[in-house]
C-alpha cells in the first residue's frame, strides 16, 4: 500500500517561494486612474445637484442678485428712504441682460432685502426684551409672521401678473426683492416710535456714581457724595 513521503514537504512556517505582493493602488497608474475615477464621480455629482437646485432657484440669478458693493448699498438706501430725489428709473442692459446692481443703481438686488429683514428681526427681538416680554418661541413667531407676509404678497403678485396677462422680464427672486425694501421702512419706523431704545435714537441716559472708597474711609455721619452724566 503506497504512503505519503512527508519528508519532502517543507517545515511549518515556510511555505513555497512565492512572488512578494504590493498593494495595488501604490501602483503610479493605477493611483492616477483612481483619482481621476473619483474626480468624474465628484463632478458628476455636482452637476446632478446643480441641475435639480436649478429647477427651484437659479444659482446665476442667485448672484447676480448679491454682486453689490458698498457705493450701491448707500446709493440704493438712499433712493429707498427719499424716492423722490430719484429722477431716472430705467434699468441698464447690456446685449439685452440686465447688468449687475453694483452697475447700476436701480437693478434689484436681495442683499438689502436679506440684510434689512434679518435686522428687523433682532430689533424686534430687542423690543420685547425692553418690554421684559422677550422668549425665543415669541422672536421665531415674529420672524415667521415676516416671512409669511412677504411670501404672501409675491404670491398675489405672481397671481395678479397670470391673471392679467402682462408680460415681464421680472422674476419670482425680482418679486421677493422689491417687496422686502419695505423692511428698510420699518427699523426706520421703529427707531422713530422707540427712541428709548439707546440704539435706536438719542435720549439723555443717567448715570449715578459715587466713590465707595470715600465712603469707607469717612465717618459714619458723612453724606455720600453723587456725581450724575447725561450721555447724549
Not at 452637476?47 to 444659482?59: G, L
Not at 450701491?72 to 424716492?83: E, M, N, R
Amino acid at each position: 500500500m503506497p504512503q505519503n513521503d512527508f519528508s519532502t514537504m517543507p517545515p511549518p512556517g515556510m511555505g513555497f517561494n512565492m512572488p512578494p505582493q504590493t498593494p495595488i493602488f501604490t501602483d503610479p497608474v493605477v493611483a492616477n486612474m483612481a483619482v481621476q475615477y473619483g474626480q468624474a464621480l465628484v463632478g458628476s455629482g455636482k452637476q446632478m445637484m446643480d441641475k435639480e437646485i436649478e429647477k427651484y432657484v437659479s444659482i446665476s440669478r442667485l448672484k447676480y442678485l448679491f454682486a453689490v458693493d458698498t457705493s450701491y448699498v448707500s446709493k440704493k438706501l438712499s433712493i429707498i428712504l427719499f424716492p423722490f430725489l430719484h429722477s431716472d428709473w430705467s434699468i441698464k442692459y447690456d446685449q439685452n441682460e440686465p447688468i449687475p446692481p453694483k452697475y447700476d443703481v436701480n437693478a434689484p438686488d436681495l442683499y438689502i432685502p436679506a440684510m434689512a429683514f434679518l435686522t428687523y428681526v433682532l430689533v424686534a427681538g430687542l423690543l420685547l426684551g425692553t418690554k421684559n416680554l422677550f422668549t425665543p418661541e415669541k422672536l421665531s413667531i415674529e420672524a415667521t409672521n415676516a416671512l409669511a407676509w412677504t411670501v404672501l404678497e409675491v404670491i398675489v403678485q405672481l397671481i395678479t401678473l397670470y391673471i392679467t396677462n402682462i408680460n415681464t422680464n421680472l422674476k419670482t427672486l425680482d418679486l421677493i426683492a422689491y417687496s422686502s425694501y419695505k423692511y428698510v421702512g420699518y427699523l426706520m419706523k421703529a427707531m422713530e416710535k422707540n427712541k428709548s431704545l439707546p440704539i435706536l435714537g438719542v435720549r439723555p441716559v443717567p448715570m449715578k456714581l459715587f466713590a465707595t472708597w470715600e465712603v469707607d474711609r469717612t465717618p459714619p455721619n458723612c453724606i455720600p457724595r453723587y456725581v450724575c452724566f447725561n450721555y447724549f
